[in-house]
């Protein structure tokens, strides 16, 4: 059976480590609605960060200044949502009917959908505050060479957009290590940029050929947490999280622990570009890629709160496809795809 959207009355403190443990436990709400897809006129395009006009950045700014001014304990407020990414990984939720088993969004074929999902509520709470429902999030574009360090908007520290809690050696311009496993492996710039189109390929072509090996392994009502993760979960996606955590924190805060990443403006974008590859797999030239056809994925489900403060509840058959959320992404190369190692 699907592994059914948890119960919010029943959310308990998350866990970071054995001796620390925070709460991030959402409002609850007496009434749960369906999800429907949006009607829209126009997709949205989603652009890449480091490729952003200043009308957009504008915009953007304007838009997360107005979340990050939320009162806090509203579900659409910047502390809210980053609280959205701790309580689903961070152990807060039982699975429904099993008190004994944790929730947990990663290391499973529900990655990309949660991420999926949570992406989308947080770009249509970002829109309506602006009033703008074509607006769409930047992607962090670190496939591409251009893209690889972290994009300059956010490193501005008087943009909303900033976090302090990230590794001062690997500001920009320094290229993102794709593979980063906690040490510098001291390459230049141009070896590094070498090493992650080579990654790109392996992970997007070589080791995804279906959707076990792309998406992760199946995860069902009553089965223990973490039962295995997809390519692009493993790499680039982790390595590149503890790549931008503070190692001066205790523990790689903000993007290098799962109840912290969320606090850092940049985990969106990050996030954007892990989206974008779901949808890039499933277009490669030449390749068939398709997503699980399993009921229990596809009927496995997730709540949010909306731009609106209802409480949705989704279901993965309805996030295959970017365009019936609305949404697409900027057309730009794919310079790994030339880069078979
Ligand atoms: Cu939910 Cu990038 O982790």
Redesign the pocket.
Same mark, same amino acid.
């Given at each position: 059976a699907p592994i059914e959207a948890p119960d919010l009355t029943l959310c308990g403190e998350a866990t970071v480590t054995d001796t620390y443990h925070v709460y991030c436990c959402p409002p609850t709400s007496e009434k749960i609605i369906d999800f429907t897809p949006p009607s829209f006129k126009k997709l949205r395009f989603r652009p890449a960060a480091h490729l952003v006009t200043d009308d957009y950045l504008v915009k953007f700014k304007t838009a997360l200044q107005k979340m990050k001014d939320l009162p806090d304990d509203d579900p659409r407020s910047f502390k809210s949502q980053a609280e959205v990414?701790c309580a689903y990984?961070n152990g807060a939720y039982d699975q429904v009917g099993f008190p004994d088993q944790n929730l947990q969004? !990663?290391f499973s074929w529900l990655f990309q959908p949660f991420?999926r999902f949570y992406l989308y509520f947080y770009e249509r709470i970002l829109g309506t505050l602006i009033d703008d429902p074509e607006f769409a999030i930047p992607f962090w574009n670190w496939d591409t060479p251009d893209g690889m360090p972290i994009p300059a908007i956010y490193n501005d520290p008087s943009s909303p957009l900033y976090d302090s809690k990230r590794n001062v050696a690997h500001l920009p311009p320094v290229p993102a290590d794709l593979d980063f496993n906690g040490t510098d492996r001291g390459l230049t710039a141009e070896e590094q940029i070498q090493s992650n189109l080579k990654s790109m390929y392996r992970q997007m072509v070589s080791n995804s050929k279906t959707a076990s090996l792309f998406h992760g392994e199946a995860y069902r009502a009553g089965d223990a947490p973490s039962p295995g993760m997809g390519s692009i979960e493993n790499i680039p !996606?982790t390595p590149i999280?503890r790549w931008v955590g503070d190692p001066r924190e205790d523990n790689g805060e903000d993007m290098g622990n799962?109840y912290s990443?969320g606090r850092d403006p940049l985990?969106y974008a990050?996030?954007g570009n892990?989206d974008r590859m779901w949808a890039l797999w499933k277009q490669l030239p030449g390749k068939k890629r398709t997503d699980f056809t399993d009921t229990d994925w596809l009927d496995s489900s997730f709540v949010f709160y909306d731009e609106n403060k209802n409480l949705i509840r989704c279901k993965v058959r309805d996030c295959l496809e970017t365009k019936t959320l609305g949404y697409a992404y900027q057309p730009v190369d794919i310079p790994w795809l030339k880069s078979k190692p």
């Open positions: 990414h990984c969004v !990663h991420h !996606h999280h799962f990443a985990f990050h996030h892990v």
